[in-house]
């Protein structure tokens, strides 16, 4: 497996690489948007393969998942953590932001904020998991923002293992497409957030069943969008040179994750490590992964 930077390696903060984790793959759509707003940054990213879905969860145990799998990140020595979880970012953010003092990114800030900045007439429509449209953070974030913007929320869970599948132009896939998107159309939503980070992948068929005058807003962008500015602010973007060296992590199934990250990222994994549950919730003491499912 690639290794990453430690600490020791690096004057400063700057050269540390970036910590993401997910439930799953959906997070790479994020960790691919750094990629690209940001190639000179190093990214550590751990997939929670084990424990998914997040979606249908607790609050409460969706919140443990994720102080746990930041706490790993950190020892991985990363300067910022990013929530690439939409679920996560709803319930577990304000939690995560109180213990710890690196910076920590949401997906759902930059995303509400780039709808509200796009609404034309006030009515914003978001599509997500279960567990984050019943949690409305969304529409709690958008009504700081501007409390008279109509929000339209819709789940739409059919969506992620039809991401998964790569079934991005299936004819199942227009026609769950048409279930979920057509009570937004007719709510009258000009705009609408991609509140889950799988479904980037299918954003061709949600603008096909929307129609072009519906904008989408996707928050792997926003958030990408948003780590530059907060590293830039604090003096902590890694200066171009070297090409940087991803890390990559899961709870379970390494071969799984990596053909399916291979899809996502449209790109070679270098290798994939296994973090056991016991590592996790802090049973073996040193927090080290074990190697396993190295891409060939």
């Not at 959906?26 to 997939?47: D, S």
């Not at 293992?161 to 279930?179: M, N, S």
């Not at 904008?215 to 962008?221: C, Q, R, Y």
Request: proline share 6%.
């Amino acid at each position: 497996m690639a290794a990453f930077e430690s600490e020791a390696m690096v004057p400063s903060a700057a050269g540390r690489p970036i910590g993401v984790f997910d439930s799953g793959i959906g997070g790479l759509t994020v960790a691919a948007e750094i990629m690209r707003q940001l190639p000179a940054e190093a990214i550590v990213y751990f997939g929670d393969t084990a424990r998914l879905p997040y979606g249908p969860k607790s609050a409460e145990t969706v919140t443990q998942f994720a102080v746990q799998n930041t706490d790993f990140l950190l020892r991985q020595g990363v300067k910022m953590i990013v929530v690439a979880c939409n679920t996560a970012s709803a319930v577990a953010l304000d939690a995560l932001v109180a213990r710890h003092d690196v910076p920590i990114v949401g997906v759902i800030q930059p995303g509400a904020l780039a709808a509200v900045s796009a609404t034309r007439v006030g009515r914003i429509g978001v599509i997500g998991t279960e567990g984050t449209i019943a949690s409305r953070a969304y529409e709690r974030e958008i009504h700081r923002l501007d409390r008279e913007v109509a929000v339209v929320g819709k789940s739409c869970p059919l969506f992620v293992p039809l991401a998964e599948e790569g079934w991005t132009d299936r004819e199942v896939t227009l026609v769950i497409a048409h279930e979920y998107l057509t009570p937004l159309r007719d709510a009258g939503v000009d705009t609408v957030v991609l509140g889950c980070t799988h479904y980037p992948i299918l954003k061709a068929t949600i603008s096909k069943v929307l129609g072009p005058g519906i904008t989408l807003i996707d928050s792997a962008e926003e958030t990408a969008r948003e780590v530059g500015e907060r590293l830039a602010a604090r003096g902590a973007a890694r200066a171009a040179g070297h090409p940087p060296e991803h890390s990559f992590f899961v709870s379970d199934v390494p071969h799984r994750f990596t053909e399916q990250a291979e899809r996502f990222l449209r790109a070679r994994l270098p290798g994939v490590s296994v973090v056991t549950l016991e590592q996790l919730t802090g049973g073996c003491g040193d927090g080290r992964a074990r190697p396993g499912g190295v891409a060939p």
